[in-house]
């Protein structure tokens, strides 16, 4: 079976990025200030950009007051809890095109204020159940592109009601419970093309969901029977 339902505009949700960033200040112009980690970049409106610069661990030293940090295109393998989770302010996240192989239920557990989390192009194997759950504020979520990703929990975003734009495409997904997804208030884009999705038994809610809210999924979806 093969559902093809209307594509998503992407116009849309980077309007909704952009204004949680602008609302909390973090979008600017770059220029070099005093108190930043090694080949990075910081702004004057708590910026901190480090993608590209082969970093192979999470940078060290940074502004407690950071609100947005980039550390994208780099071979982090861990993001360490204890150091992340100082940046309270932090509003956006990016790090995608890593080496990050898990998040453990600890990593986030002090971001309450983070909207923006990309995740994507890693090699995640699998999403616990406690992994999102102190993102109160989480709006737009990212985690494509890990072909080792075979698992999320059943309840990984069951606290996430802020939750908006969810991608999940491109991994290596054959079941998804969608219990806590159906209840999300404020859901409105999910991305789960290019999944091995296998329409069984233990995935026929899946496979329902996706017929009713058409409206809701990016690009086409594909379930094998």
Same mark, same amino acid.
């Given at each position: 079976?093969?559902?093809?339902?209307?594509?998503?505009?992407?116009?849309?949700?980077?309007?909704?990025?952009?204004?949680?960033?602008?609302?909390?200040?973090?979008?600017?112009?770059?220029?070099?200030?005093?108190?930043?980690?090694?080949?990075?970049?910081?702004?004057?409106?708590?910026?901190?950009?480090?993608?590209?610069?082969?970093?192979?661990?999470?940078?060290?030293?940074?502004?407690?007051?950071?609100?947005?940090?980039?550390?994208?295109?780099?071979?982090?393998?861990?993001?360490?809890?204890?150091?992340?989770?100082?940046?309270?302010?932090?509003?956006?996240?990016?790090?995608? /095109?890593?080496? &990050?192989? %898990? #998040?453990?239920?600890?990593? @986030?557990?002090?971001?309450?204020? *983070?909207?923006? $989390? !990309?995740? +994507?192009?890693?090699?995640?194997?699998?999403?616990?159940?406690?992994?999102?759950?102190?993102?109160?504020?989480?709006?737009?979520?990212?985690?494509?592109? /890990?072909?080792? &990703?075979? %698992? #999320?929990?059943?309840?990984? @975003?069951?606290?996430?009601?802020? *939750?908006?734009? $969810? !991608?999940? +495409?491109?991994?290596?997904?054959?079941?998804?419970?969608?219990?806590?997804?159906?209840?999300?208030?404020?859901?409105?884009?999910?991305?789960?093309?290019? /999944?091995?999705?296998?329409?069984?038994?233990?995935?026929?809610?899946?496979?329902?969901?996706?017929? *009713?809210?058409?409206?809701?999924?990016?690009?086409?979806?594909?379930?094998?029977?």
């Amino acid at each position: 079976m093969r559902l093809a339902p209307q594509p998503t505009s992407a116009q849309p949700l980077r309007l909704v990025v952009f204004l949680v960033l602008l609302g909390a200040g973090v979008v600017c112009s770059p220029v070099i200030s005093a108190g930043c980690p090694d080949r990075c970049v910081c702004d004057d409106q708590l910026v901190v950009q480090c993608a590209g610069q082969h970093l192979t661990t999470f940078p060290v030293n940074l502004p407690l007051a950071t609100r947005q940090l980039i550390i994208s295109n780099n071979r982090i393998a861990e993001l360490p809890p204890l150091a992340l989770n100082y940046l309270s302010d932090l509003v956006y996240l990016d790090c995608s /095109n890593n080496s &990050l192989t %898990e #998040i453990s239920e600890s990593t @986030f557990g002090n971001l309450r204020k *983070l909207a923006y $989390l !990309d995740l +994507s192009f890693n090699t995640l194997l699998r999403i616990e159940d406690r992994t999102f759950g102190p993102l109160a504020s989480l709006v737009m979520l990212r985690m494509t592109d /890990n072909p080792g &990703l075979s %698992e #999320i929990h059943s309840d990984a @975003f069951s606290e996430n009601e802020a *939750l908006q734009v $969810l !991608d999940v +495409s491109r991994n290596n997904l054959t079941a998804l419970n969608i219990t806590s997804l159906i209840a999300l208030p404020a859901l409105r884009s999910v991305g789960l093309s290019g /999944n091995p999705w296998s329409c069984q038994c233990d995935n026929e809610d899946l496979c329902l969901w996706v017929h *009713l809210e058409t409206f809701k999924f990016q690009g086409p979806v594909s379930l094998l029977f």
